[in-house]
């Protein structure tokens, strides 16, 4: 274990949004709330004091009831939002897609989609040619690669979506519940998918409300309550934990 | 000095979806419609013409071949203008996408004034036509038309970046905005000359509009065939870095907050 590099570094963070000042977003607002006296400070702190530590490798399940800041740390993981407080550090490239084929857009079709995601994803145009069939031939669509994307079924979409995020071997890739629109077929592609991108030394990061996925694919696991970190370790723990809680 | 490098190797890395933002950008703007990338010159001409009939008994009497002169204003007005008010909302309406995966933010800011750039060469097909049809004289001068397009370039996207951070936090600037390119217009020489403006007045656009440096420049080689002023250029490369630094450095002071507002 102590051998491994360590590739997710999550040190003390803490994560804090203005709930009062994301309302306003116009000159108006503001000033008639500078003027009232009303641009007070109204904290949310959306995760506290999280620390953990992931090697190369490991499968990690982020577990917790909605609004726990699975999401939220995920992106501070992926660069997106940046720590209040404490720091984090990754090493490594980072397959940053939140929410799979975020980078699309409708009204183009799949095929520019193709290349458009990709190059959201850091990759270059040729690098995407040289794998574009491979890609549509894990999506599965192959007869709908000129049809714009807005008519596409969210189970589509997304098959799309995992299929270029897993394309190439990302050392850290992130999957935020997306596979819950995937059929069964699909699903269990995806799993197989990810168990050869694992087995290969790919470090996975994956928020799933479906415990018995997590207990499968992950072997450690945090369990996040309300922005804290309840509790962090071996996977079937954590979980049993977490399915105690819940019965209650 | 590591960190202006990281940012250089982040902007190369993603060069292509730049280049991809812009095709896209371009392609859906005239997707089904059935004379495409024509009304990248037909617009322009329209206008034109109209502007021509209505202006030129107005000044006639000291412009000559006034529809090249009205079109050399026009058109990189219009350039500043439609790509500054494309780049306002460049940020907000990829919101979708920058909350979800991690990217160089500005890249959207950058394609929206590229795309802008690719409409002005198209239309530099209508100022074309324009000269050809009323036999304006072609000199070796036109060669120098990318010194002025570069300074116009850099100043628009320092604008552009300044009014794109400002809208993710007050969606107003595009009303603002719109007011003040109104008042632009009309504090530039487009559709009158200079001369026929009051001496104070003409002096503080010749000393503080930059759209005037770049619409002469523009106009000693196209429409008068001589050289450039070098004062002028001088004067436009100044206030585009001026713009382009203003714009990096309010970006670069916002960017990390854009998350919590769009």
């Known amino acids: 274990m102590e051998n491994k590099k360590i590739v997710v570094d999550v040190d003390h963070v803490k994560i804090r949004f203005n709930l009062s000042s994301q309302k306003i977003d116009n000159l108006k607002e503001y000033f008639a709330k500078l003027v009232k006296g009303e641009l007070m400070f109204q904290e949310f702190i959306a995760l ?33 939002l940046k720590p209040y407080s404490g720091r984090i550090a990754v090493h490594g490239s980072i397959s940053p897609l939140i929410e799979l084929g975020a980078g699309f857009d ?52 997304a098959r799309l979506g995992f299929a270029i995020a897993t394309m190439v071997k990302p050392d850290i890739l992130i999957v935020d519940e997306i596979l819950a629109v995937g059929d069964y077929k699909f699903h269990q592609k995806c799993e197989k998918r990810m168990q050869e991108l694992l087995a290969n030394g790919t470090t996975l990061l994956y928020v799933s409300h479906n415990i018995n996925e997590v207990r499968r694919l992950c072997d450690h696991a945090v369990w996040l309550d309300k922005g804290a970190m309840r509790m962090v370790g071996d996977v079937q723990e954590v979980c049993d934990a977490y399915m105690e809680e819940m019965k209650k | 000095m590591i960190k202006i490098k990281a940012y250089i190797h982040e902007f190369w890395r993603y060069r292509d979806l730049r280049r991809l933002l812009v095709e896209k950008n371009v392609k859906l703007k005239y997707r089904r419609s059935f004379l495409g990338y024509l009304w ?39 350039f500043m203008r439609n790509s500054t008010d494309r780049a306002i909302s460049s940020i907000s309406i990829s919101g979708a996408m920058l909350k979800k995966c991690y990217l160089p933010k500005y890249i959207f800011t950058l394609a929206t004034i590229d795309g802008s750039l690719i409409d002005l060469i198209f239309s530099m097909g209508a100022l074309l036509v324009v000269m050809i049809a009323t036999g304006a004289r072609f000199t070796l001068w036109l060669l120098l038309i990318p010194v002025t397009l570069a300074q116009l370039y850099v100043f628009c996207l320092g604008l552009g970046l300044f009014l794109a951070q400002a809208n993710v936090f007050f969606r107003d600037m595009h009303f603002i905005y719109n007011a003040v390119t109104t008042a632009w217009l009309y504090l530039t020489p487009i559709f009158y000359p200079i001369e026929s403006l009051s001496e104070k007045i003409s002096w503080l656009i010749r000393h503080f509009n930059p759209m005037y440096f770049y619409i002469e420049q523009f106009r000693s080689m196209v429409y008068k065939g001589t050289a ?10 100044g206030a585009a870095v001026l713009m382009l630094l203003v714009g990096i450095l309010s970006f670069y002071k916002t960017k990390d907050r854009f998350i919590l507002y769009i």
């Not at chain 1, 690098?127 to 069939?133: A, L």
């Not at chain 2, 037909?42 to 030129?56: A, E, G, H, Q, Y």
């Not at chain 2, 450039?228 to 490369?237: C, K, Y």
């Open chain 1, 48 to 80: 506290q004091d999280v620390t953990f530590r992931v090697h190369k490798g490991e499968a990690w399940g982020l577990i917790g009831a909605n609004g726990a800041g699975k999401s939220t740390l995920l992106k501070v993981i992926s660069g997106i």
């Open chain 1, 106 to 157: 409708p009204e183009c079709t799949a095929r520019e989609n193709i290349f458009l995601n990709g190059c959201v994803l850091g990759y270059s145009i040729k690098f995407m040619k040289e794998h574009f069939d491979e890609i549509v031939e894990f999506a599965e669509i192959e007869q709908f690669l000129d049809s714009p994307l807005k008519n596409f079924s969210s189970g589509m979409r």
């Open chain 2, 40 to 78: 990248s010159i037909l617009n322009p001409l329209l206008i034109m013409l109209v502007m021509t009939v209505v202006f030129s008994k107005m000044f006639s009497r000291n412009i000559d071949n006034y529809p090249v002169y009205l079109f050399c204003g026009q058109l990189l007005f219009n």
């Open chain 2, 228 to 237: 450039p002023s070098l004062v002028l250029i001088a004067a436009g490369t």
